[in-house]
């Protein structure tokens, strides 16, 4: 179980993330949501021990994130950042393998295996022997989730949690949707996934809870359908919308014009 | 011929290696072969494994001054590129060599000052190679230190910080070199001045005792390295994500890359373009994997600086070239019909 204690942190006497006390759970689809600067990406960084708590604690197994060894955590969490540089010339398939330095030694070709998958379930596996640098943005997004992929691939001692900053930022829509079903079936293995995400129709389509942050502080939580609706949206982000009911029982907010 | 009409020929890693280790075994025979006295291939071959073949003006000639200087050569060479290679790695600069963030000018400035004090007197129990050794590597040290310090930023060297810091180190190294060589009577000056220039005509075997073993520990384990530097270079949050110790790699690394500047500085002064051109050729050819990287680094460091150093003895016999300016004056040509062919290569975009 990944969870935060009264969570915060402050840069230059500014509190970026303040008071954030909540449980991921694994095998879920966690969303985070929120205006630009309400800390999401703080919290990602956080929760991936990138950056240190400067209040309170993220807890992983109830045992302190800065508790952990470097090698040991990197095998039960990845963290898909938002930019993507790298401007050394990698093949596709080389930077997915870096994702495995502390994954469990293999045998060569099971290490290829792992690394070809990883890059198919990206739908990326056309570009396996292109030059990083050559790629275009969506194409690097998609060898970098490969990458993340590979690094908490094989099962470990506990649950592992998948990170994503806005995962669908550089993504066609066939691939925003693909991305966030391939979310959908690592949570359904167990895995616990929490991404940032902007669009909230694609909370209300794919995610089994949402954390909605305004101000650097944990505004809601729970369960999409119940807590997404005009009010809110109005509230955390000064918009007029609408909701619509599809006949199969999906729901989508419309942004009104005015 | 049109290019397409030549095989392809892929060089493979191992294919770079095989070939760059021929070229210094050639290059080795080449260095103890030649020179004022022309002693015959088979001869070395033969001399090398059994002294006693040979006669005894070929064996001093080779086991008391060639032997030592083309190990010399071989071993400053790889290990200027392979602190270049891990520089560029750390920084992530491409531009990264070992004068770039002031190493080389502050152990110059060391190693000349302590020239300069002692002349080639041991001091107690030292003897003056292994004082200048350390001399260097403190310059070293101290400089990389004072330049890293100034660029940091939040804990992060800048870029541009960084470049100008090392210029500014640089440029205060060579003013207090030239103070040194202006205030030295005639016979350091001349010490001095070559040593600047670059050159092994110092390099005898107490140099190499002191340097090879350090040179050599600290290659091998940035080899070790390897497959974290790979992950460096997608970023230092991302290679702590992948759960490498960023903040222990960067100062191990360059810590090594120090010591193999330094010391090489203080067998053979100041060489420059080989930390830079080196593993820049391999990479546009191999691609950016530091497992292979580094030691074909070190490996076509020995062979260049090792052809280097004989040319630089053959070319205006009697007397020699500094090795420095061979180095420059074949190295930079060189690399820049290197770059016209393969400027579209995607590590120079």
């Keep these: 179980m990944l969870e935060t204690c009264d969570l915060g942190h402050a840069r230059h006497g500014h509190d970026l993330l303040a008071a954030v006390s909540q449980r991921f759970a694994p095998g879920r689809l966690h969303a985070v949501i929120g205006p630009n600067g309400a800390g999401k990406s703080t919290l990602l960084r956080l929760l991936a021990r990138e950056w240190p708590a400067t209040h309170g604690q993220v807890r992983l197994d109830k045992r302190p994130l800065t508790d952990w060894p470097a090698a040991e955590l990197a095998r039960r969490r990845a963290l898909l950042p938002q930019q993507h540089g790298l401007a050394f010339a990698f093949s596709a398939t080389e930077v997915v393998a870096l994702g495995r330095l502390h994954a469990r030694r293999r045998t060569p070709p099971a290490e290829r295996a792992i690394v070809a998958a990883a890059l198919d379930s990206a739908g990326a596996a056309h570009l396996a022997a292109r030059r990083y640098p050559e790629l275009s943005g969506g194409e690097r997004a998609r060898v970098q989730l490969a990458r993340v992929l590979a690094q908490i691939w094989d099962e470990a001692e506990g649950p592992r949690y998948l990170l994503l900053d806005e995962p669908t930022a550089h993504l066609d829509l066939t691939f925003q949707h693909a991305c966030l079903r391939l979310a959908r079936a690592w949570a359904a293995r167990g895995v616990g996934v929490i991404a940032v995400l902007h669009d909230p129709n694609l909370v209300l389509a794919y995610a089994d809870e949402v954390s909605v942050l305004r101000g650097g502080r944990l505004f809601a939580h729970g369960e999409p359908r119940t807590i997404l609706d005009p009010a809110l949206m109005r509230e955390v982000y000064g918009l007029a919308t609408q909701r619509i009911d599809g006949s199969d029982g999906q729901r989508w907010l419309a942004v009104a014009r005015d | ?349």
Aim: hydrophobic share 60%; aromatic share 4%.
């Design chain 2, 1 to 349: 011929m049109p290019a397409a009409m030549i095989p392809a020929f892929r060089l493979t890693p191992l294919r770079c290696g095989l070939l760059l280790a021929a070229v210094a075994v050639a290059a080795f025979v080449w260095a103890l072969a030649s020179g004022p006295l022309t002693i015959p291939a088979s001869h070395v071959l033969a001399g090398l494994f059994r002294p006693d073949a040979l006669d005894p003006t070929e064996r001093t000639v080779i086991h008391a001054l060639r032997l030592p200087r083309a190990l010399a050569a071989m071993l400053v060479g790889g290990g200027l590129a392979i602190a270049g290679c891990s520089f560029q790695a750390v920084l992530r600069n491409p531009l990264a060599d070992p004068s770039f963030i002031g190493v080389s000018g502050g152990a110059a400035v060391a190693a000349a000052a302590c020239l300069a004090l002692l002349g080639s007197q041991a001091a107690g129990p030292l003897p003056a190679q292994a004082l200048i050794g350390l001399a260097a590597l403190l310059g070293g040290l101290a400089s990389a230190a004072l330049v890293l310090g100034i660029a940091r930023v939040d804990g992060d060297p800048q870029p541009v910080t960084l470049l100008l810091a090392g210029l500014a180190v640089n440029a205060f190294a060579a003013g207090l070199l030239g103070l040194i060589a202006y205030a030295a009577n005639d016979p350091t000056l001349r010490a001095i001045t070559l040593w600047l220039f670059g050159s092994l005509g110092r390099a005898g075997w107490a140099e190499l005792a002191i340097a090879a073993p350090l040179i050599i520990a600290a290659a091998l384990q940035l080899w070790r390295d390897a497959p974290a530097l790979n992950a460096l270079l997608l970023g230092e949050a991302e290679a702590a994500h992948i759960g490498v110790d960023v903040a222990a790699l960067k100062r191990r690394a360059i810590a090594l890359g120090v010591v193999c500047t330094a010391l090489a500085v203080a067998v053979a002064g100041v060489i420059g373009f080989i930390g830079l051109m080196v593993p820049h050729m391999l990479r546009m050819r191999l691609g950016p994997d530091h497992r292979a990287l580094l030691p074909l680094s070190f490996l076509g460091g020995a062979a260049l600086l090792g052809c280097a150093d004989t040319v630089a003895r053959l070319a205006l016999q009697p007397t020699e070239v500094p090795v420095g300016i061979v180095c420059a004056l074949l190295g930079a040509p060189f690399f820049l019909a290197l770059l016209l062919r393969w400027r579209r290569s995607p590590d120079l975009a």
